[in-house]
């Protein structure tokens, strides 16, 4: 179960990669339509019961459920899992989780379960004690997952050998239409640990999945220990076909060449610093924007991180919550971001290729639903 969805709204709850049907979605709301409309819960809070019964419906062995906001109040929280996993904490949602890293996490802990292990994707001073103090509360076995791994992209030099480089990325055809993120693997745990993986290959390249894989095989570990058979193959073969497996679109997704054309669902201060990180590792002539955001996102910050040297195309999402072009653009100046306002996503868009030259680099993104409209 995850959520948002980018293109159609059974992308949320899936089976060995298989949407529910649209069949299953009608029979759900049919059969609950007197409770929602006695308990009136949110669409969220629906969609989080239509992906409990799914899972139910269909015996599922192991369920993997991404919160939606927080973790503390979230309904996704109803559930005593197996495993508790908390990724980096950045400012988001900050109306509702908190003003502080701190006030943040704490929300964020609230996943914690009594006696169930926790990973914690990576160490951050200014949070770390939030969990620890949780996870002492719950008796919970708790694990930083960069603690654990040094991660670190590869590139090739002559005769075909592999250094590791932590600053550069290469991308590179593996198969026709397939591009790999290469990433050599050490391990930093004391105890006896069963991975014999030194390199691996990723299908989602985006620079902050080293981030994510750090996390991920941390939870294997966990997972291995209470008894789940997963082995170095399946991690392998997992990792290469994340896309095919899961469905997952936006993260830094290459839609064409010549011009480049990538996007990513960044849309708060973390994940625009890493969009900027990508675009500046990716060879390119000219820089052009397609920018759209919402309005209830505090945009000053993630457009003060925006690269200067860039032509802009604002645009708006085609939502209630999008904020108009014409106001992105006028606060964007304020940073010396420089473009025109243009009436949709793809007007934009097909304006930015149409002014791009074969070695440049378009990049669509600021919202999720800037995405959506152009996957």
């Known amino acids: 179960y995850t959520s948002p969805h980018l293109k159609n709204f059974r992308e949320r709850i899936r089976?060995?990669?298989?949407?529910?049907?649209?069949?299953?979605?009608?029979?759900?709301?049919?059969?609950?339509?007197?409770?929602?409309?006695?308990?009136e819960p949110s669409f969220f809070e629906v969609t989080v019961?239509?992906?409990?019964?799914?899972?139910?419906?269909?015996?599922?062995?192991?369920?993997?459920?991404?919160?939606?906001?927080?973790?503390?109040?979230?309904?996704?929280?109803?559930?005593?899992?197996?495993?508790?996993?908390?990724?980096?904490?950045?400012?988001?949602?900050?109306?509702?989780?908190?003003?502080?890293?701190?006030?943040?996490?704490?929300?964020?802990?609230g996943i914690i379960k009594p006696g169930i292990p926790v990973v914690i994707g990576k160490r951050q001073?200014?949070?770390?004690?939030?969990?620890?103090?949780?996870?002492?509360?719950?008796?919970?076995?708790?694990?930083?997952?960069?603690?654990?791994w040094v991660i670190e992209k590869q590139e090739t030099r002559e005769e075909n050998q592999d250094t590791r480089s932590k600053t550069q990325e290469r991308r590179h055809k593996k198969q026709e239409g397939e591009t790999f993120l290469d990433v050599s693997i050490q391990s930093n745990l004391t105890t006896l640990q069963p991975y014999n993986l030194s390199t691996l290959q990723l299908d989602l390249t985006g620079s902050y999945q080293l981030k994510n894989l750090e996390t991920v095989l941390s939870s294997v570990e966990q997972l291995r220990k209470h008894g789940f058979t997963i082995s170095d193959n399946h991690i392998s073969a997992a990792l290469k076909h994340?896309?095919?497996?899961?469905?997952?679109?936006?993260?830094?997704?290459?839609?064409s060449q010549h011009p480049l054309i990538i996007c990513d669902t960044g849309h708060n201060e973390d994940g625009i610093r890493e969009v900027v990180k990508n675009i500046k590792a990716t060879p390119h002539q000219n820089l052009h924007m397609?920018?759209?955001?919402?309005?209830?996102?505090?945009?000053?910050?993630?457009?003060?991180?925006?690269?200067?040297?860039?032509?802009?195309?604002?645009?708006?999402?085609?939502?209630?919550?999008?904020?108009?072009?014409?106001?992105?653009?006028?606060?964007?100046?304020?940073?010396?971001?420089?473009?025109?306002?243009?009436?949709?996503?793809?007007?934009?868009l097909e304006t930015a290729k149409a002014n791009a030259k074969k070695e440049d680099l378009i990049f669509v993104g600021g919202s999720t639903f800037v995405v959506a409209e152009v996957v």
């Open 15 to 39: 089976i060995n990669g298989e949407m529910i049907s649209e069949k299953e979605v009608v029979n759900f709301v049919n059969e609950q339509k007197r409770n929602i409309e006695a308990i």
């Open 49 to 109: 019961a239509m992906a409990f019964d799914h899972f139910v419906r269909h015996n599922v062995a192991i369920a993997v459920i991404e919160v939606g906001l927080g973790g503390r109040l979230d309904s996704t929280n109803v559930i005593t899992p197996l495993l508790s996993v908390i990724t980096n904490i950045g400012y988001d949602h900050m109306n509702i989780l908190g003003n502080t890293l701190p006030e943040i996490a704490s929300e964020k802990a």
């Open 125 to 148: 001073q200014e949070v770390e004690k939030v969990f620890l103090k949780k996870a002492k509360e719950t008796n919970s076995d708790i694990v930083f997952a960069s603690d654990e």
């Open 242 to 255: 994340v896309r095919a497996l899961t469905g997952l679109m936006g993260r830094w997704q290459n839609l």
């Open 290 to 348: 397609v920018i759209g955001m919402v309005k209830d996102k505090d945009i000053k910050k993630m457009l003060s991180l925006l690269p200067k040297n860039a032509t802009y195309y604002f645009c708006k999402p085609d939502i209630e919550r999008g904020k108009e072009a014409e106001e992105l653009a006028h606060e964007a100046l304020k940073f010396t971001l420089r473009g025109k306002a243009y009436p949709s996503i793809k007007a934009a």
